[in-house]
C-alpha cells in the first residue's frame, strides 16, 4: 500500500486547526471579551478577534479539503475493495459538508455583527439589552448555537478519521476484503440461482 503522508498531514492539520481554533473562540474569546471596560469594547474586542481569526480558519479548511481529497484518491482500492470503508466515507463527507455549511453560515452572521465593529453587547454572543441593535440580537442569538455546533461535528470529524486509520490495520483490512469478497460470492450464487429457476420455468412453458 502506497504512503499519503503529504495528504494525510494536511488532512490532520487543517482539522486540528479547524476544530482547535473554534472551540478556543468559544470557550475563551466570546466569554473573555465581556471582561472589557465598557459595551462598545466588547462588541470591539469580540469583533475583532473573530476577523482575525477567519482568515486563518479558512486557510484550515482548505488544506483539509486537499488533504481529504488527497486521501481519497490515495485509498480508491481500499474504498472499492474493504467493506465498511466505503460507508465511513459516505459519513465523513456527511460530516464535513455541514461543518463547511455551519461555518460558512456563522461568518455570515459574524459579519452582520462585526460591521457594527464596537457595537454594545454583553459579550461575543450575548446581547446587551436594548443598546444591541436588533439585527446583532438575531445573529448573537444564532451564533450562541453555533459557536458550539462547529466543534462539535469537527470533533466527530476527528473520531470518523480515528476510525478510518483504524480500518487500514493490517486485521481490519483482511476482515473487510474478506466481507467483501463474501459479498461478491453471495451475489453471484443469487444470480446463478435466478437465472437457474427462469430457465427451469421457460423450460416448463415449452
Known sequence: MARNTLSRS??????AAWFGGTLAN??????????ATTANDVGAVANTGWDRWTPVNAAA???????SLGQLR??????AGQRGVGSMVALKTGLTVAAAAATAYSRILGRKVSEHHDVPVESGTEPLAAETPQDVVKAQQQLAVLQW??????SALVVVSAFAG????????SKGLLGRL????MLA????VAASVKKAVSTARR
Open 182 to 185: 463474501g459479498d461478491t460470492r
Open 189 to 192: 450464487s443469487g444470480a446463478g
Open 166 to 173: 483504524e480500518q487500514q490495520r493490517a486485521s481490519e483490512a
Open 74 to 79: 490515495g485509498n480508491g482500492a481500499r474504498i
Open 149 to 154: 455546533a462547529v466543534p462539535a461535528l469537527t
Open 26 to 35: 468559544a470557550v475563551a474569546l466570546n466569554p473573555a471579551s465581556a471582561e
Open 10 to 15: 494536511l488532512h490532520d492539520l487543517g482539522l
Open 61 to 67: 479548511i482548505g488544506v483539509h479539503l486537499v488533504g
